[in-house]
């Protein structure tokens, strides 16, 4: 796998010049565990850590490295690795911490569309679709909508709640799948672009993880 393949660009690159990089190598976060990070670069995954100095110097929760950020970090081991810099982000998703009083969690960054999941088998709610969207609308990101589960109801029922998706929210692609039958699935693909960076947003039990398997 190559660092385009994971998203990487001439801006990045850019970046990594200007600012006297060239000597570290460029990866990008995959995983989150308390300040330790995997990060992938073309040369396989590290655990990372960040320096002393941007643990000091940083003033809250986004001077910290998320997923999705792409990073310049020095190895020093055959699967280990100190990061340096955080790269410039170009969209940051994020929503307010549970049961902490103005703390931002950050979701994902540098994410060029969203998949927003909603199973249609269940308590199928426009309003929380809505959320996502606001969520998508304040980080920059491109939304879809994506009907899961669709195999559970019948036509009739899909196609009527496809015209409310449609009446409501304008704009917006949405896509009804069954991971059971994979019907749908050309349509989802064809919105799948290389070399761009897409996530999943969801409720647990709409199917992501049979989604994204």
């Keep these: ?31 989150e565990h308390k ?22 110097t940083a003033v809250g929760r986004e001077d910290f490295p998320a997923v999705g950020d792409w990073v ?21 998703i994020k929503r307010q911490a549970v049961g902490a009083t103005g703390e931002i969690q950050i979701i994902a960054v540098n994410i060029d569309t969203a998949f927003i999941v909603q199973a249609a088998d269940r308590d199928f709610n ?9 969520i998508c609308n304040d980080a920059g990101v491109r939304p879809v909508i994506v009907l899961s589960k669709a195999d559970l109801i019948n036509e009739q029922q899909v196609d009527e709640i496809l015209e409310e998706i449609k009446k409501r929210i304008k704009n917006v692609p949405a896509i009804a799948i069954s991971n059971r039958t994979q019907s749908g699935y050309d349509n989802l693909k064809k919105l799948i672009e290389k070399g761009k960076t897409h996530c999943l947003l969801g409720s647990s039990g709409v199917g992501k993880s049979t989604l994204l398997n």
């Design 1 to 31: 796998m190559t660092l385009e393949d994971l998203g990487y660009n001439s801006s990045l690159e850019k970046f990594k010049a200007d600012n006297g990089l060239s000597d570290f190598e460029a990866g990008r976060v995959v995983a």
């Design 35 to 56: 300040e330790r990070y995997v990060v992938r670069t073309e040369k396989g995954e590290y655990e990372a850590e960040i320096t002393g100095n941007m643990r000091f």
């Design 72 to 92: 310049a970090l020095a190895t020093y081991d055959s699967d280990a690795a100190i990061i340096h810099r955080i790269f410039p982000r170009t969209s940051v």
């Design 126 to 134: 426009i309003n929380r679709i809505e959320r996502y969207l606001a």
